[in-house]
């Protein structure tokens, strides 16, 4: 029997529906689980159960983040001063290049990012799939298990281009029976559905202005018939609405619903521009949204209502987004900046301080991503669910005078790295390093794989 003890940590934030915290915790793992939470002696010893000092740490919940496109992370910071439509129309030619070789470069880096930020549990929505190059997710599966995250690789799909009048040049898509075959294929061979799962694939077409309706409906259908999850953009832009209402007559969320989106089995990216009936129906649908504050204020979208969405009592989770958009894989940075999203005018003329707290920015990127995603098994510390574990250090230089409230400090002092990561009770980080893999490795290969993508070589 394996077991981990996380010894007196200065706080176990258990984000429990009672939003549980206590101080000098410690933390009994055991196959895989939380076995025991609570202070002093656990009530029985594993054999051979290796000790994890958590004195001067704050232990949270694993992060889980709903949002991202692992392979831009070497496309980062271009088409800096562009929107969305533009800086797609910029970088779409640089992606229809993407390879194997790219991919796996891109999914280390990323998702390293990640795990060095406390994230325990990531989404990737990849929906670039050029005509004739084989084995793109198989490359970031690769990455995600070297790594040691739970990883939910979506299979994403485009078959609407310019001749179409779509966004995307023609280089980048694929037609629908192709992309619809692909993707039940890779949901056959890659997901799992049983609890504790470390790898989940999900249906999700890219958006309105990429994706036929066809494609769109089929894909609902598609997902349903296989019993997973759907995910696409939506309502990111002021041009897209424009684009939704010339072209289909709708605005966005109106036209997802009309294609039989809207579901507690679904969940999506960005939600900026909703109108009030727009977030009744998100809460009555039970749909969720991957709140992604970052890449909505690097390319001027806006920012989304996740303050309405929660009040409703729609399922908000946090979303990194693509690093070509955010140009950072920083869980925790995107915390602080959910909260300081939050707070900025929203609707109204000013800011409003008490629009979101420390605690309810954790909260969403915990609880609120792992019912994005589908997951009770994740996003707290409670006996039963999985042993998905972040300590972070409050005795250090940033959080130096914080000493009043540690657990706000995780988010207000941030980002920082957790000292040690733990997945299904193994280390993923220890000591501020990737436990199972090189970080000087993971990056050298990325400067390199970038270098031949910014030379025009890649493919
Ligand atoms: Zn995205």
Redesign the pocket.
Known sequence: MRGVLIDSCEVVVTMDDAGTEIAGGSLLLEEGVVAWIGTGEPPHWPDGVERVDGRGTVALPGLVNT???LY?TLTRARAQDQGLFGWLRELYPVWARLDEEWERAAAAVGLAELALSGCTTTID?HYVFPPGVPGLLEAEIDAAVEIGVRFHPSRGSMDLSEKDGGLPPDSVVQDADTALAETEDAVRRFHDPAPGAMLRVAVAP??PFSASDRLMRESAELARRLGVRLHT?IA?TLDEEAFCTETFGRRPLELLEDQGWLGPDVWL??CVHLGDKDVRRMAETGTGT?W?PS?NLRLGSGIAPAGALLEAGAPVGL?V??SA?NESGDMLAEVRMALLAARGPVGRPDGDPGAMSAREALRVATRGGAACLGRDDVGSLEPGKRADVALFSVHDLSHAGAEVDPVAAVVLCGPARPRHLLVEGRPVVRDGRLAAADEEDIAAEGHRAARRIAAGAAR
Do not use: V
Request: with cysteine.
């Open positions: 949002h991202h496109h831009q929505h890219c958006s953009h990111e990216a960005h991957a992604c890449s979303g987004d693509g958009s």
